[in-house]
């Protein structure tokens, strides 16, 4: 089956698991995956991830974070820019998400950062989505 967008599956993935309680999600790896990955967990949107090798591209498993009574710590995520229609954005217009209590992943000529990373490096890029 050919994918059109991985990175919408990924997200999809991450918001089902976490609204069905899951501990843990597996989805095929890639370098951006993981990249956005590691993004979630320096962020403390997750546990822990890592890669298990297959026949295949490899799996990435993330374990899911869950905060007081099980209630996950991601909230939601959403894709913004997407094949059909692609987000860029400069500095000055990269916004704070949900007065500060979100972050936006951009990708940009120095690789995946949040919106707080290339605000402060001066740079922007492709919007690829939001978490809170």
Avoid at 14 to 25: D, G, S
Avoid at 39 to 52: A, D, H, N, T
Avoid at 63 to 77: C, D, H, Q
Wanted: hydrophobic residues 35%.
């Amino acid at each position: 089956m050919n994918m059109t967008d991985p990175l919408a599956d990924m997200f999809t993935r991450i918001r089902n698991a976490a609204k069905a309680k899951h501990e843990t999600v597996d989805i095929p790896s890639s370098r951006i995956k993981e990249t956005v990955a590691d993004i979630l967990k320096r962020e403390g949107y997750i546990q822990e991830y890592k890669v298990l090798p297959d026949q295949k591209q490899g799996i990435l498993r993330i374990r899911l974070k869950y905060i007081e009574n099980r209630t996950s710590a991601i909230e939601g995520i959403r894709r913004i820019s997407k094949p059909s229609i692609r987000v860029y954005l400069k500095t000055r217009n990269i916004r704070p998400v949900r007065n500060r209590m979100g972050i936006s992943i951009l990708s940009t000529s120095q690789g995946l950062m949040t919106n707080r990373e290339a605000r402060l490096h001066g740079i922007g890029g492709e919007i690829l989505c939001e978490v809170w």
